[in-house]
């Protein structure tokens, strides 16, 4: 999909200098890179999240019970 984007000028000279030092193939590329990470970034802080509601539920307590016995 081509999708059309306005940056700052420091941003786009960013986007050149990040491309040319890594040697991809356009800013697209150093851009589709950078929504990866923003990406895994949301999906690190989603666990992180549902890690602590997890461990502040009753569940969390009843499966540490549960699962003490080591069986």
Same mark, same amino acid.
């Given at each position: 999909?081509?999708?059309?984007? !306005?940056?700052? @000028?420091?941003?786009?000279?960013? *986007?050149?200098?990040? =491309?040319? +030092?890594?040697?991809?193939? !356009?800013?697209? @590329?150093?851009?589709?890179?950078? *929504?990866?990470?923003? =990406?895994? +970034? ?30």
């Amino acid at each position: 999909m081509k999708l059309s984007v !306005s940056l700052p @000028e420091p941003q786009v000279d960013f *986007l050149d200098h990040y =491309q040319q +030092r890594h040697r991809l193939s !356009s800013r697209s @590329e150093v851009l589709q890179l950078a *929504l990866k990470l923003l =990406q895994k +970034r949301a999906l690190e802080e989603d666990y992180r999240a549902a890690g602590e509601e997890w461990q502040s539920s009753e569940d969390a307590a009843l499966w540490d019970r549960a699962s003490g016995d080591g069986l």
